[in-house]
């Protein structure tokens, strides 16, 4: 059963509004932070952002380059390294990708623009360019490359990744090193992950004061407003399957949101998990048992509620903003104490 490749949501119609709003506005010199949890669409959202802000190509200059994207991996016995992430940075204007300027039908995964450089990883020419080079030429060659090919944005994508580093390594330095980075080349650098994200800005006010936040959005079972637009999505998706009868999903959302913490990623493979249950029965339709046996483990379903959980705490407004009763402010001059 062919799935839709990009469903046009309300909670992702929303946060591309938000990222497209924010980068356009965004000076050089800005991070800017895209913070959702697993399967809310962030690798769609970059997709969509490069090719909207950079344009048609035959409104760019020779040899311009107006945004590239790489990932940020765990590459070093399950820790990050800079110099990998650097090597990606210097290789995406060496050798620029441009297949995302491709329309989102023409391509069946947003995360196109990366295979060209996990092919390159493979090869031995560059396990030879690594070992031959530093972090620091490395971030010089990308650095002259992007003044030269007028470089705008920079995404990295998996950023979370960045916050896993061996100890005695230190994150604000690398977020500091980005931060100059920005500023040098008069880029915009966009991070996304999931909420452990906030280790790269939480206990940093030089960098959280320098930085921008998109949230890209659940379904939230606390908010009534919610519900019914989770069940309208499930029900958008319902139709590529064939179920047993037209009211099964309805009787069955709290299971559905239950194995997608409100995410429509997640939502998406639970529905092919119950397709996958009921080609195993060699059934016609999807029932109740096969939404069963799309269930996630009770472990794996804590798991993902608790990044959820973490995302609407770091989302959560201050409603209490207006009382200043907890810090000692002298307001209005006098004899500097608080009445």
């Known amino acids: 059963m062919m799935v839709a490749k990009l469903l046009m949501h309300p909670k992702f119609s929303a946060s591309r509004t938000d990222v497209l709003t924010t980068l356009q506005f965004s000076g050089p010199g800005t991070l800017v932070f ?15 952002a490069m090719r909207t802000l950079a344009g048609a190509p035959s409104n760019w200059v020779d040899g311009e380059m107006p945004a590239v994207a790489v990932r940020a991996t765990l590459t070093d016995r399950g820790f990050f390294n800079p110099k ?7 290789h995406s204007l060496r050798h620029p990708d441009v297949s995302w300027l491709r329309t989102r039908d023409e391509v069946e995964d ?15 020419v560059w396990a030879e360019r690594r070992r031959n080079s530093t972090e620091h030429g490395l971030r010089f060659e990308f650095e002259r490359h992007a003044q030269a ?10 950023g979370t990744s960045i916050c896993t580093v061996p100890r005695g390594r230190s994150i604000h330095n690398y977020m500091m090193g980005l931060m100059q980075l920005a500023e040098e080349c008069s880029l915009t650098i966009v991070l996304f992950g999931t909420p452990r994200l906030a280790a790269l800005w939480d206990s940093f006010p030089d960098v959280r004061r320098r930085s921008l936040f998109v949230w890209v959005e659940r379904y939230r079972e606390d908010r009534t407003e919610d519900h019914v637009a989770f069940a309208s999505l499930v029900m958008a998706l319902a139709q590529q399957y064939p179920l047993s009868s037209p009211d099964l999903l309805v009787n ?8 997608s913490a409100g995410s429509f990623g997640e ?22 048992s096969d939404l069963v046996a799309a269930s996630y483990s009770r472990d794996q379903i ?34 500097g104490r608080r009445s």
């Open 34 to 48: 895209v913070i959702g949890v697993s399967g809310v669409g962030k690798s769609e959202l970059r997709y969509e």
């Open 84 to 90: 990998d992430l650097a090597m990606r940075m210097a």
């Open 110 to 124: 947003p995360d196109v623009v990366h295979v060209e450089i996990e092919t390159a990883r493979r090869a031995p």
């Open 149 to 158: 090919r007028r470089l705008r944005w920079l995404f990295i994508e998996e």
């Open 252 to 259: 069955n959302l709290e299971l559905a949101l239950t194995n």
């Open 267 to 288: 939502l998406k493979q639970f529905l092919a998990r119950a397709d996958q249950a009921r080609r195993r029965r060699r059934a016609e339709s999807i029932d109740a």
């Open 302 to 335: 804590l798991s993902m509620w608790d990044v959820a959980k973490e995302f609407d705490r770091l989302h959560e407004p201050n409603v209490n903003a207006h009382d200043l009763s907890h810090l000692d402010l002298a307001w209005g001059g006098g004899d």
